[in-house]
């Protein structure tokens, strides 16, 4: 998923490939990362780590992708890896896809009730 025409009224986000973002990202929205992001993310959407996306923070979304790479902790309703994908980090979930040619290292815990504001 790449965001596109990202306004200041847009309910989405985007971290380009030449961004590097550190702090709390926290909201409602989707948000699309190629640069980097290290911190904290909250966000009640979307996150998506695409191809040249580096995240180092825990993530608490409704759904993480992950094309980059991605460590840290997830807590999600949704967790997918995609192909070139590599997550690095415990995953708390419903659902977790891992697609051939991503890689999962951590512990994966679907036997969980999520925060009702990440579950659709």
Do not use: C, K, W
């Not at 415990?90 to 990440?118: K, N, Q």
């Amino acid at each position: 998923m790449v965001v596109e025409n990202v306004t200041r009224d847009s309910s989405s986000g985007y971290i380009g490939p030449e961004l590097v973002v550190r702090g709390r990202l926290s909201g409602e929205g989707d948000v699309s990362i190629d640069g980097q992001f290290e911190g904290e993310m909250s966000i009640r959407g979307r996150v998506v780590v695409g191809a040249t996306g580096r995240v180092r923070a825990p993530v608490q979304a409704s759904y993480v992708g992950v094309r980059g790479r991605l460590e840290g902790a997830v807590g999600a309703a949704d967790v997918v890896v995609e192909d070139g994908g590599e997550l690095l980090g415990d995953v708390r979930a419903l659902s977790v896809g891992l697609e051939d040619g991503g890689a999962l290292h951590g512990t994966v815990d679907m036997d969980v009730t999520l925060p009702g504001d990440l579950v659709d």
